[in-house]
């Protein structure tokens, strides 16, 4: 939450579950490069052709063809690679793009007007884009 200025914090403070959950979502993407760029490729390639569901290889398979880019992400333990894609898709199933981390069917989430505005007024247009990918 750093990263962000104050009109995310009162939002995350003063809002509803969703809102406060689409901005703990930005915070994260804020943080994490991997996980925005797992968003602009799976997970929009998932929406745009019309997959049912995700599945953990896709993050598996999507760590290998970064570790060509990352020569540390190839040296990351097993464990750590599953134990973070356990994590991304709870992320996901929390903010609403997957129904549950059991069933990883993909839904559609409403960026909150508010959001698009914070985001809009900062400047943050990757993670707009990222947020709005299953439109």
Known sequence: MERLEPVFFRALLHGDDE????VAFIAALERNLLLVEFMETVVRD???TRMESLSQ???QDFLDERSFRDAAIHDWKESSR???GQVVFRMLAEVGYMKST???VLQNVLVRPEVRVMLEDTGRFRIQR??????
């Open 19 to 22: 809102l406060s959950r689409q």
């Open 46 to 48: 998932a929406y745009k």
């Open 57 to 59: 290889y896709q993050w």
């Open 82 to 84: 599953k134990k973070m």
């Open 102 to 104: 059991r069933s990883c």
């Open 130 to 135: 990222c947020m709005d990918i299953s439109i």
